[in-house]
């Protein structure tokens, strides 16, 4: 099942639709990193292509250690952009280029608005454990950066169980979109 669900979002990622995955995400680190590869090949100057939430910082340094052998092999640079860390220095780091930010809705929305980095290169837009967050209260800041987002493709991952807090979320937020299911 896994598999095939793989497969069947690489397939319509890569036909320029968005997905929305009901999945424990946790298991699908590799998916993630295919994805991005596919749509970040090669490095280049300049803003951002990529821009991948998550619900927690513990999780979001966990994918960023995961995604960088694969980064430093293809010479792309992430950036994490994270609630513990220092502001400034993050703010720094996007001036200087990167290719994906990794980061927590808060903070990537504060350095977004303090002009720290460009969207207008941006190929993709993955929001991981959106029920999580949503809890959270950080509902605004996916929105806000969401609503700021040229055209590009979407990710959302949800979380497996009758929760339905993002419901009616996803027309303002995706389209033309696919949904896929683990269950």
């Known amino acids: 099942m896994k598999q ?14 968005s997905l929305v ?54 010479d792309l640079t992430s950036d994490l952009i994270i609630e513990k860390g220092q502001r400034i ?5 996007l001036y200087f280029g990167t290719e994906l930010i990794i980061g927590t809705p808060k903070r990537v929305c504060e350095l977004y608005y303090q002009n720290g980095f460009n969207i207008g290169e941006l190929k993709f837009f993955m929001v991981i454990d959106i029920n999580t967050i949503f809890k959270k209260g950080l509902r605004g800041y996916v ?12 990710v959302v991952f949800e979380s497996i169980g ?17 949904r896929l299911s683990e269950e």
């Open 4 to 17: 095939e669900l793989e497969i069947e979002a690489r397939k319509s990622f890569k036909s320029g639709k």
């Open 162 to 178: 009758k929760e339905d807090v993002v419901k009616g979320y996803y027309s303002e937020f995706i389209y033309p979109l696919k």
């Open 143 to 154: 929105s806000r950066i969401s609503e700021s987002l040229p055209k590009c493709k979407k």
């Open 21 to 74: 995955l009901k999945a424990d995400f946790s298991n699908y680190f590799e998916l993630l990193q295919q994805l991005i590869i596919d749509e970040i090949p090669e490095p280049r100057e300049g803003s951002p292509r990529g821009i991948i939430l998550f619900s927690e910082d513990q999780i979001a340094r966990d994918f960023g250690d995961y995604i960088e052998p694969a980064f430093k092999k293809h």
């Open 89 to 93: 220095r993050q703010r720094n780091d």
